[in-house]
């Protein structure tokens, strides 16, 4: 029985990226409508699929969440996970198709949920700005402040794996992926010809693709002259590769399988042992920072 993996907007339901991909649930103004009907559409996806993993944006509204929470609340169920990653909503889209890529495997839900976050260490998420006079997901300089209110002033910025903000120019760049990708892009009210043209060679772009701009992109990124981007990895294999390759641990209160160290499912923390505690005495282990290589 595969596991269900929802969103809660429907242009956050990309279409599939291969022939196994699985549909996208998609649990349409949750918030909105009557409690009951959100309760029992909920209640009738856990009886057909099992287990049902919901994919949202931090700037979905917040009455979206906590119907979502309600509802979990009242089923009194380990069996719904709620994932809310820091990634701008076209990076969320990617990783929720990414999800529904692997739930076509042979994982456990427990595994898959906990993929979630694995994965978006290998996403890079960005967009070319009219305007960063209201962002507030990246760290904006006076500098970049000022030159925002100038005319046909744009920046590129990546909100995601770490921070970068430049002003568009014939020298700008942004540091990008060490690995092979794709490239998603979302275009608004800008042209995007920076990110076709010069951002996608200068990453070494794979492959690219169009894709509408999700409605939750404006106010995430604080403007609606916006053209979105998300480099991703596209290949199952890949995907599949990455996730099976990790330590996996049986969550000592529900008793699913999962990978780091929280369920996603139930929210339970690995417990802390003698010897790992112990062990924080301990001077720690000189580690050197690397960067794992990938290719596509």
Known sequence: MPTAIAVTSADMALPPQDERTLPAIVLQDVHRRPLEQALAEVQAL????????????LAAPAAAERRLRTIRSLLES???ALF????PPLGLAVLARQLRQLASCDLSPGVIAS?????THYIHAGAVLGSVARLDHVPVGLKAHAKSWM????????????PQLVRIGPEAALAGPEFGTWLLVARGQLTGDWVTGTLAPSWKI??????????????????????EFCAYLPDLSVLYQLVTSVRRTTCHWCGIDVIGDRCVFCSATAPVHDDDRRGRHRAPRQITPGRRMLTG
Do not use: C, K, M, N
């Not at 856990?46 to 944006?57: C, F, K, N, R, T």
């Not at 993929?115 to 994965?119: F, H, K, P």
């Not at 005319?151 to 770490?162: L, N, R």
């Open 46 to 57: 856990l009886d057909q699929y099992g287990h049902l993993i919901v994919v949202s944006s």
């Open 78 to 80: 380990d069996r719904i």
């Open 84 to 87: 809310r990653p820091a990634l």
């Open 115 to 119: 993929a979630g976050r694995l994965l």
């Open 151 to 162: 005319p046909g002033s744009q920046f590129g910025v990546v909100a995601h794996p770490e």
């Open 206 to 227: 794979l492959g690219l693709r169009e894709t509408p701009l999700p409605a939750e992109s404006s106010a995430w990124w604080g403007t609606g002259r916006i053209t």
